[in-house]
């Protein structure tokens, strides 16, 4: 969409306030007007921030973070650190990463905030990028490590978990044989045991049979109750 010819001259005079580093001007318009905090102002596509980046405005590069401000590169890729990287200023290049800005970003044409630095032969912005550059690899490295680490332990107790179920199996299954075996004393001497009761027990009754039935016979009827007695006391026992 065209701009009004008095917004076009406003954003001029806006940009142009970052390279004299009116600061005032600056954070007066963007209370105004707080579109202008993540707005694209160039033709490049480059935010107040990039701006204040590229500028070395230390101040004013934080005021617009701690507002909310972006780090989002321009139209050729082109990052507010890539910006202070390029330039030298290594407290802009210090605060921007201590926002977690994306020291391994690159532009249209793959280079990173080191590269520009190398670039620009900036020095002390380059020994920055290096050393930060380092502990995130460092970082990553053990990170990789701990997460290693983790899988060897958690593959641990896993392995012992399985081995103590596989333990409890065994002592499940050793109990229950042996309560089985129990059982199966327990049924035998009832096998052993009520049969040698059942033939005492004939044995008694027949004994008694033989004994009492032939001379309960004689007292009832003599002779042929005798007989009959002893008849009777055969079949019990044969019973």
Not at 19 to 32: N, P
Request: hydrophobic residues 45%; glycine residues 12%; contains cysteine.
């Amino acid at each position: 969409m065209a701009l009004h010819v008095d917004e076009v001259k406003f954003l001029k005079g806006f940009v142009d306030n970052f390279s004299r580093g009116d600061v005032k001007s600056i954070t007066g318009s963007i209370d105004r007007d707080e579109s202008l905090l993540n707005r694209t102002l160039t033709d490049n596509g480059d935010t107040s921030l990039t701006l204040a980046s590229g500028n070395g405005l230390f101040a004013l590069a934080e005021n617009l973070l701690q507002r909310g401000a972006r780090m989002v590169p321009n139209g050729f890729g082109i990052t507010p650190l890539m910006k202070a990287a390029c330039a030298g200023h290594a407290e802009v290049v210090d605060l921007l990463m201590g926002y977690k800005a994306n020291i391994f970003a690159k532009d249209f044409k793959g280079r990173t905030a080191l590269d520009w630095a190398r670039i620009g032969n900036k020095v002390p912005v380059c020994e920055i990028l290096e050393r930060a550059i380092d502990v995130i690899i460092q970082d990553q490295r053990q990170a990789a490590l701990d997460a290693e680490r983790e899988r060897e332990h958690q593959g641990r107790v896993a392995t012992n978990n399985r081995m103590a179920a596989l333990l409890a199996n065994e002592i499940e299954a050793t109990n229950l044989d042996r309560s089985w075996k129990r059982r199966g004393l327990q049924n035998a001497g009832k096998m052993i045991v009520r049969p040698v009761a059942d033939i005492a027990t004939g044995v008694t009754s027949g004994i008694f049979g033989i004994v009492l039935s032939p001379a309960h016979g004689l007292r009832k009827a003599g002779g042929i109750g005798l007989a009959r007695g002893v008849v009777s006391g055969i079949a019990c026992v044969g019973g």
